[in-house]
């Protein structure tokens, strides 16, 4: 069998999120694989360009704008405007990692990009 476990419905449940305690099973398997996972809620979606995030004054902060160095030219061979929003922000998630970020802030909790 693969290094995928499988993790039970009840030990899904007895995860509690407001005290960031995670059922000894899971963190076992969790802490027995390779590769890093941790639990984490989702807190905030970006969903389209009417998202807050794209306003004048997110938590305190403007929306990102275009690095024209990381962006290829347009389809007439034009270069990106460096003053236009950063849209590539849509579909992020913005995650609380339940065993790091419990007492975290939410302005500062990290964009996840979904896979």
Do not use: C
């Not at 027995?32 to 360009?49: E, K, R």
């Not at 030219?73 to 003053?83: A, E, L, S, T």
């Amino acid at each position: 069998m693969s290094s995928v476990t499988n993790i039970s419905q009840q030990s899904l449940n007895s995860i509690n999120p407001s005290s960031g305690n995670v059922d000894s099973r899971i963190q076992s398997v969790l802490s027995s694989t390779t590769n890093s996972f941790h639990i984490a809620v989702v807190v905030d979606v970006i969903l389209n360009d009417s998202h807050p995030f794209f306003g004048d004054n997110y938590f305190g902060k403007k929306p990102p704008l275009i690095n024209s160095q990381m962006y290829p030219v347009n389809y007439k061979g034009g270069v990106p405007d460096p003053i236009e929003k950063d849209y590539s922000f849509i579909g992020r998630i913005k995650i609380r990692i339940l065993d790091k970020e419990v007492k975290t802030p939410i302005d500062k909790l990290p964009w996840a990009i979904p896979r």
